[in-house]
């Protein structure tokens, strides 16, 4: 059974450029979740697709957005980036078949300067 | 709101020692709790879960009983090793905010040889 997996490891932008980071669900998994961590403090929700689609969000602003594709993989996009966009993106999946716990990923370093 | 607090770190142990990481809860409704694990420039691991009034959640040695009359899941492990050195977030999820993840701030655990 595959895990979670993201996909750049790591990352290094400008301010005011756009990215995107990847991540494969864990095998049989229909609900994708991602997560902002600076460095030093817990995770923060950023929101959740399920089914393709948005199923919740944080407080994070509109240039934070999001797909969820049919075969459950996920994108989280980041425009206009700011120095505080610096962190840790953490994808999770999980199955509302399984309980809802969360699989988490190695994460992406994104680093803006 | 829901909300998840821990103890403050570092945690410094020496091998072999008996270790309790407190972790209380602030929920509406009947939340399942986690404990993830963190080491060193990698993702988050679930180490054990609880869904339900008291269950106790293993794993690694690790456990946790989910007390709803103190709203506690306080983690312990008898005799920690170093390999256990990492940071450890207490969660919560509910059904009502469709699984999202309430973190704690985490506790760095130190452990000495």
């Known amino acids: 059974e595959t895990g979670v997996t993201q996909s750049p490891t790591h990352l290094i932008k400008t301010r005011g450029q756009q990215v995107t980071l990847r991540c494969s669900s864990q095998?049989?998994?229909?609900?994708v979740s991602w997560y902002q961590q600076a460095l030093g403090q817990g995770p923060q929700f950023i929101f959740q697709?399920?089914?393709?689609?948005?199923?919740g969000r944080g407080n994070f602003p509109p240039r934070f957005s999001g797909l969820q594709f049919p075969n459950y993989s996920s994108e989280l996009n980041v425009n206009a980036l700011e120095l505080d966009d610096s962190a840790l993106y953490l994808c999770?999946?999980?199955?509302?078949?399984?309980?809802?716990?969360?699989?988490f990923g190695p994460g992406t370093r994104l680093t803006v300067l | 709101g829901n909300s998840v607090t821990q103890m403050e770190g570092p945690v410094t142990l020496s091998e072999e020692a008996f270790l309790t990481i407190n972790c209380t809860y602030t929920a509406t409704g009947y939340p399942s709790l986690f404990w993830y694990v963190q080491y060193p420039g990698e993702g988050l691991q679930l180490l054990l879960k609880a869904t339900k009034a008291d269950d106790k959640g293993s794993n690694k040695g690790f456990e946790a009983t989910y007390r709803k009359e103190t709203t506690s899941f306080h983690l312990e492990k008898g005799s920690v090793q170093v390999s256990d050195s990492a940071v450890y977030f207490c969660a919560l999820s509910e059904r009502d905010s469709n699984y999202q993840l309430i973190w704690g701030a985490g506790t760095k655990l130190i452990i000495k040889p």
């Open positions: 697709y399920y089914r393709e689609e948005e199923n």
């Open positions: 095998s049989g998994h229909n609900t």
């Open positions: 999770a999946s999980s199955s509302s078949h399984q309980g809802n716990t969360q699989y």
